[in-house]
């Protein structure tokens, strides 16, 4: 509730957009001792244990590249090359994969509504949270070994200098050049792994600005709505492309998320 | 015509691993994308320049570069008349950043999205900075008719000036109207606009 009230206090502030990174930065020590990611971590637990689907299961079996059940630093070692599923996913596109598999949802059920509002969070969003916080302090360390992970890399890449649209852009639009804003916002140049890794080692996270938790999979969705695009299919193999590709720049960085962003 | 065909010709054969990479990545777009509101499919394939700049890493040969821009040239279309608008307008426009995506409203109306990269009045202060700075741009740049037509131009596409700028071709992609440019223009130019005062 604390948060709340002060973040009421940031937004009511005159001169919110030259001071909003302090103001962000002493929202962020406030919240030290409690973060709201945590709330979204709890209900991801709860999700996690849940059974659901036809099968009455939950995710505990759930193989996230560790071993079935396994979560401490499977985030850090995402996206990876998966036998079973024969291709290379992200957490997103793997916990999909389990909720098919595992509990024998459709898929068409599982990504009706994998992005939430400020009023309801979505069920990948709180297991996200819940999942990535047991790789907090350690490094990350996506799979960049088997010939697909390579692959998936190289057509991120690929993607990421890519224009097109009516707008003519690439991702490399905004974040092609160091130290270049979009209004107030800071704009990190994601194919250079300095500016990479602090970015990698904090989503997904809870944004302050519109106090929501939001996942690296919502990210790539709409910075191409930002791009005049049509949109991409959640956990397709171009957006685990481009997560491969910023998360193997960005490689090394403890993790240090579900932290809070703007 | 001929010319630039041979050129881009040329740009393709000695750039061809570039050159297939475009159409593996167009293909990933067709395959993994959809479409949402008014952002349609049709949006994916790459035109002749977008495919130039993504292939030359934005830098094509001087000599394409020139052929491309004179080809973006023959796009902008003058309106009869003065080019100067009303910069109170054009100031609500460059502030506003509505237009084209998949939760914007179809047909408008639509904005400049201007602040988003560029410093334009002083009374704004969060402006972004992947554009150059625009402030005192009539002062510096003058504001007669030559002006006022490079700067219609530039924003209708800005492609004619530089080949692979950044900047979105606001109205060869029917973002901004006529009125709307002119607008903007006066923004720029207009003695009694913010940006010159």
Request: charged content about 25%; overall charge positive.
């Amino acid at each position: 509730m604390r948060f709340l009230v002060f973040l009421l206090a940031v937004v009511a502030a005159p001169g919110f957009a030259q001071d909003a990174r302090k103001e962000i930065q002493r929202y962020q020590q406030m919240i030290a001792e409690g973060s709201p990611a945590e709330l979204f971590e709890l209900e991801g637990e709860t999700l996690w244990k849940k059974p659901q689907g036809p099968n009455n299961v939950s995710l505990e079996r759930c193989d996230l590249g560790q071993g079935p059940g396994v979560l401490k630093g499977a985030y850090a070692r995402l996206p990876r090359y998966f036998k079973d599923a024969d291709r290379v996913m992200d957490l997103e596109t793997r916990l999909l994969y389990c909720m098919t598999t595992l509990q024998g949802r459709s898929r068409e059920e599982a990504t009706r509504r994998v992005f939430g509002n400020d009023d309801r969070p979505s069920e990948m969003e709180s297991l996200s949270a819940y999942i990535a916080a047991q790789s907090r302090g350690i490094p990350m360390a996506p799979g960049n070994t088997h010939p697909k992970e390579k692959e998936a890399y190289e057509l991120g890449r690929k993607l990421f200098f890519h224009r097109a649209g009516p707008w003519d852009f690439s991702c490399a639009s905004c974040h092609g050049e160091e130290n270049k804003r979009i209004r107030m916002q800071e704009l990190p140049m994601l194919a250079q792994p300095k500016y990479a890794r602090p970015v990698v080692a904090t989503w997904p996270a809870y944004r302050v600005s519109n106090s929501q938790f939001k996942t690296i999979q919502w990210r790539m969705n709409d910075c191409y709505r930002q791009m005049r695009m049509p949109e991409p299919v959640f956990a397709s193999e171009a957006t685990v492309a481009l997560i491969q590709f910023l998360t193997v720049n960005g490689k090394g960085e403890p993790y240090r998320g579900p932290g809070t962003k703007r | 015509m001929k010319r630039f065909f041979v050129l881009l010709m040329l740009a393709i054969a000695g750039n061809a691993r570039s050159g297939s990479d475009s159409v593996e990545v167009e293909a990933v777009l067709k395959r993994d994308f959809r479409p949402r509101g008014q952002a349609t499919m049709d949006r994916v394939p790459q035109d002749g320049l977008q495919r130039l700049c993504t292939e030359s890493d934005n830098k094509p040969p001087p000599a394409l570069a020139r052929q491309l821009e004179a080809d973006q040239m023959k796009t902008i279309v003058y309106p009869q008349g003065s080019l100067l608008g009303d910069w109170k307008n054009g100031e609500r426009l460059a502030q506003g950043g509505r237009g084209l995506t998949w939760s914007d409203r179809a047909g408008g109306p639509n904005d400049g999205s201007c602040y988003n990269c560029h410093q334009i009045s002083p009374q704004e202060s969060s402006y972004g900075t992947i554009g150059p700075s625009l402030l005192g741009f009539g002062k510096k740049r003058g504001n007669g008719a030559e002006a006022q037509r490079y700067v219609y131009g530039k924003i209708y596409n800005s492609k004619a000036y530089n080949a692979c700028s950044q900047m979105p071709r606001l109205g060869h992609s029917g973002t901004l109207s006529a009125e709307q440019i002119k607008d903007l223009v006066a923004l720029l130019l207009d003695p009694a606009s913010p940006v010159n005062r």
